[in-house]
């Protein structure tokens, strides 16, 4: 790992402890900048010294240092992802435009999933200016047209919109919210229509295999909804960092 690549892992760090301020925040229609970190329980200020990513976690156990109440394990997990999505990112694009604005949308693709993870909600407030950058990022980034930014959103937003209207006619409730709607607006507005059917296909099987996986442990069954939206955006995270070895498995895979 170099000087660079090392700095690129930091980086995704620092950034991560700044995603789950805005998982804990938005939601609850708080500002992101202020106040500063404080223990969901005590309410204490948590020092400089108590708030470096992972490692905090690690010599304080999970525990806020004043009340000993339990620190989610999603903080490092947070941090210790965008640290890696940092660094892959890092290796394929360099310091370049392209690291920047992806690091950028896959950050907003981390705080939906957590968001959604909690509160069944994907906020407006990601996913609308969401569809905006990723329209505006189309014109910026060299590997994609605004045609089929413009597409990708339309595709993406109109085919989720139409399944919804189906599926609520058939069953007469709402199989899919306007939040997975937006999301999927979004990405294929970031990542044009081309990799849409591969995206949902990536998510659906997840979706099947993780989600199935803990309705089943749940003892649950199948009343139990399960949100979209995380799979939907960690399908697009994988497809955006690993791109070609998926499609040489997909299209020279022997039938
Ligand atoms: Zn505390």
């Not at 329980?41 to 690690?58: A, M, Q, T, W």
């Not at 000993?68 to 997990?77: A, C, E, L, M, N």
């Not at 690091?103 to 609308?128: G, N, Q």
């Not at 139409?162 to 999301?183: P, R, S, V």
Request: charged residues 15%; positive net charge.
């Amino acid at each position: 790992m170099s000087v660079a690549e090392l700095f690129s892992f930091l980086l995704g760090l620092c950034l991560g402890s700044f995603l789950n301020v805005c998982i804990y925040r938005i939601p609850a229609g708080e500002s992101i900048i202020n106040p500063p970190s404080r223990c969901p329980f005590c309410k204490e200020h948590i020092r400089f010294y108590d708030n470096i990513p992972v490692l905090s976690y690690i010599i304080l156990r999970g525990r806020c240092r004043s009340c000993g109440g339990k620190i989610s394990i999603q903080y490092p997990v947070v941090e210790i992802s965008e640290a890696l999505f940092s660094y892959i990112l890092f290796i394929k694009f360099g310091l370049s435009i392209e690291y920047i604005a992806y690091l950028a949308f896959i950050s907003s693709l981390i705080v939906i999933t957590f968001i959604d993870l909690r509160h069944m909600i994907i906020p407006d407030i990601i996913s609308i200016p969401g569809i905006i950058a990723g329209i505006v990022s189309s014109i910026i980034l060299p590997h994609i047209h605004i045609i089929d930014s413009i597409i990708g959103l339309v595709a993406g937003g109109g085919s989720f919109y139409l399944i919804a209207l189906i599926f609520l006619n058939i069953k007469g409730k709402e199989g899919m919210g306007g939040g997975d709607i937006k999301l999927i607006a979004m990405i294929g507005a970031w990542m044009g229509w081309r990799p849409l059917p591969i995206v949902v296909l990536i998510s659906s099987i997840m979706g099947i295999i993780i989600g199935g996986g803990a309705l089943l442990v749940s003892g649950e069954g199948l009343k139990k909804r399960i949100p979209f939206g995380p799979f939907l955006s960690m399908g697009a995270i994988i497809y955006l960092l690993f791109k070609e070895p998926i499609l040489s498995f997909l299209y020279r895979y022997p039938a």
